[in-house]
Nanobody, 117 residues
Framework: HVQLVESGGGSVQPGESLRLTCTFS?????MGWFRQPPGKDREGVAV????????YYTDSVTGRFTISQDNAKNTLYLQMNSLQPEDTAMYYC??????????????WGQGTQVTVS
């Protein structure tokens, strides 16, 4: 399977921005960002297909977050603007074969912590 490594998390104040990065070893996968706030279940944040023609965002981040990818650099991004305390979570990069997307994401990175306070 594709291998994933996340980076870019950190601690910011409300209203500030962060950009998360996920490097991957193959370019034919549907990619997604997920997050798990403290004490809550993991939830999907954004999904993008290999060609970038399909993008999904959960309602709470629409208009603030942007998912994108640069296949030439084997890199996935999540630009997070206007961060709020409710965005605090462990963020995970995940990959799925195209036919599995968005129902199943078998491959996950280790996560990167985002704290807004």
């Amino acid at each position: 399977h594709v291998q994933l490594v996340e980076s870019g998390g950190g601690s910011v104040q409300p209203g500030e921005s962060l950009r998360l990065t996920c490097t991957f070893s193959e370019t034919r996968y549907c990619m997604g960002w997920f997050r798990q706030p403290p004490g809550k279940d993991r939830e999907g944040v954004a999904v993008i297909n290999p060609g970038g023609t399909y993008r999904y965002y959960t309602d709470s981040v629409t208009g603030r977050f942007t998912i994108s990818q640069d296949n030439a650099k084997n890199t996935l991004y999540l630009q997070m603007n206007s961060l709020q305390p409710e965005d605090t979570a462990m963020y995970y990069c995940a990959a799925a074969k195209t036919y599995e997307c968005p129902d199943t994401f078998p491959v996950w990175g280790q996560g990167t912590q985002v704290t807004v306070s």
